[in-house]
C-alpha cells in the first residue's frame, strides 16, 4: 500500500509506516502524476484536494490532518466514493491558548484592564467554545456569533454579527464557507469594519480570507486604532507586507501549533485509516516531558499581568511576531518561500497541560480558573 504524506506533519513517517509505504513530499508538490499509484494521501491546508488532483489515480482515503478542510473538495471525494476525514479540534486547546496569549499580551502592553469589558466570539465551535467558557470564568461578557449552531440548537444564547464586532476584543473561529447563507469569505469587510470600536482588540486565527485585508488595511492607515492580531492572511503565502507593518503581532498561521495539537491530528488520521482498512493500530505517541515546566508568578501582580506571565511560561507570542517581521528583509520574490519556512521549521510549543503551578494561597477563583486552563497544581 502506498501513502503519500505532507513531510511536514508530525510523527507521518513513524505512524503510517505501520501501515504501508510511506513517501513524504512537500504539501505543495503533490501533484496528479505523484499520485498515479498512491492509495491514501494524508495532507495539511495547503494542499488543495479535487478533481484535478486526483484524477486517474488510485487514491481511496484522504486525510487531512488539520480541523478545517476548505481544502478539500469533499463533493468530488463523495462522488467518487474517496473516504475522507479530518482532525476536527485536534489543535483546539493550542489555538485557544494562542488567543488568550494575545490578550493577555496586549493588555499588559496598553495598559488594559478586562474589568467590565466583553468579548465577540464568532463561531463557537471546537475553537471558540473553549474560548469563550475560559473568557466567562475571567468575568468578560461574551457575545456568541454562530448563525448555523444558532439555527441547530435554536437556543437565544446567540447574538447578531453586528453586536460582535462592537465589543471590546473580537476573536473568529469560522470556517472558510465561500458563498450561500453561511459565507464566510470577508466577513469582516469595508461595510461592518466601522461597527469595531477604537482600542479593540481584533484577533483572526481562522482563515485569511474571513478578514479583508485591503479594507483593514485602509483603516490601519487611516488611523491606527487596533489592536490586531493576525496569525492567518490573505493570499497566503504571500502575504501583504504592508499589512503585516500595521498590525501589532503577525505570524505565520501556526496558532494551532502546539506539539500536542500536530501530534493529535496525526493520531487522529491515523486511527481513522486503520479504522477505514480493518486494521488495529499499532502506534501511538509518545510525547518528551517538559523540563522546567513549574509556574512562579507575583501573586501581587493584576490579572492581566499575572495571567500574561502564565501564558508566556509555555510561549513567548512575540519570538513568532520577530521572525514575521524579517520578511520585509526578504526579497519580493522570497516572501512565501520564507512563509512557509517559518511554519516547516516551527519549534512546536507545549500546552499549559504540561505546567504546574504553585497552589498554595491561591484564591478559589483562580484555582477555578486555572483548572479551565488544564494547569496543574504543585
Known amino acids: 500500500m502506498k501513502i503519500v504524506i505532507d ?19 512537500s504539501g505543495r508538490n503533490i501533484t496528479n502524476d505523484f499520485l498515479k499509484d498512491t492509495d491514501a494521501l494524508i495532507v495539511r491546508s495547503i494542499t488543495n484536494v479535487n478533481e484535478s488532483l486526483l484524477e486517474n489515480t488510485k487514491v481511496k482515503f484522504v486525510g487531512t490532518a488539520t480541523i478545517g478542510f476548505d481544502h478539500i473538495d469533499t463533493t468530488y471525494l463523495s462522488e467518487k466514493g474517496i473516504e475522507f476525514t479530518s482532525a476536527a479540534g485536534c489543535n483546539s486547546h493550542a489555538v485557544k491558548e494562542y488567543v488568550l496569549n494575545a490578550v493577555f499580551n496586549r493588555c499588559v502592553k496598553h495598559n488594559i484592564s478586562l474589568e467590565g469589558k466583553s468579548i465577540g466570539v464568532i463561531g463557537t465551535g471546537n475553537i471558540g467554545s473553549k ?17 448555523p449552531l444558532q439555527r441547530r440548537l435554536k437556543s437565544s444564547e446567540f447574538s ?58 485602509k483603516r490601519l492607515k487611516e488611523r491606527k486604532d487596533l489592536h490586531v492580531i493576525l496569525d492567518v492572511w490573505e493570499n497566503e503565502p504571500n502575504l501583504d507586507l504592508e499589512l503585516l507593518s500595521l498590525v501589532e503581532i503577525g505570524t505565520a498561521h501556526i496558532a494551532g501549533y502546539s506539539l500536542e495539537g500536530k501530534v493529535n491530528g496525526t ?14 493500530a499499532a502506534w501511538s505517541p509518545k510525547l518528551p516531558a517538559v523540563s522546567n515546566s513549574i509556574i512562579e508568578f507575583d501573586r501581587k501582580a493584576n490579572k492581566e499581568k ?6 508566556s511560561k509555555s510561549y ?3 519570538d ?28 512546536h510549543r507545549r500546552e499549559l497541560n504540561n505546567y504546574k503551578i ?21
Open 7 to 25: 513531510e511536514n506533519i508530525s510523527f507521518g513517517k513513524e505512524a503510517f509506516s505501520t501501515i504501508g509505504n510511506v513517501f513524504t513530499v
Open 131 to 147: 474560548v469563550a467558557e475560559i473568557s466567562d470564568a475571567l468575568g468578560l461578557r461574551v457575545v456568541r456569533n454562530d448563525p
Open 160 to 217: 447578531s454579527l453586528e453586536k460582535a464586532l462592537q465589543c471590546d476584543i473580537i476573536t473568529f473561529h469560522v470556517p472558510l464557507n465561500k458563498g450561500g447563507i453561511d459565507n464566510t469569505v470577508h466577513l469582516l469587510n469595508e461595510k461592518n469594519l466601522y461597527l469595531v470600536q477604537p482600542g479593540a482588540i481584533l484577533i483572526n486565527t481562522s482563515r485569511g480570507p474571513v478578514v479583508n485585508n485591503l479594507a483593514l488595511k
Open 267 to 280: 493520531t487522529m488520521i491515523y486511527e481513522k485509516l486503520c479504522k477505514f482498512l480493518n486494521k488495529p
Open 306 to 311: 499575572l495571567l500574561s506571565g502564565i501564558f
Open 316 to 318: 513567548n507570542i512575540m
Open 320 to 347: 513568532d511576531d520577530a521572525l514575521m517581521r524579517k520578511l520585509r528583509n526578504q526579497g519580493a520574490v522570497d516572501v512565501g518561500k520564507y512563509f512557509d519556512g517559518l511554519r516547516k521549521t516551527y519549534n
Open 358 to 378: 504553585n497552589g498554595s494561597g491561591l484564591e478559589e477563583n483562580y484555582r477555578n480558573l486555572f483548572e479551565l486552563l488544564r494547569l496543574k497544581t504543585a
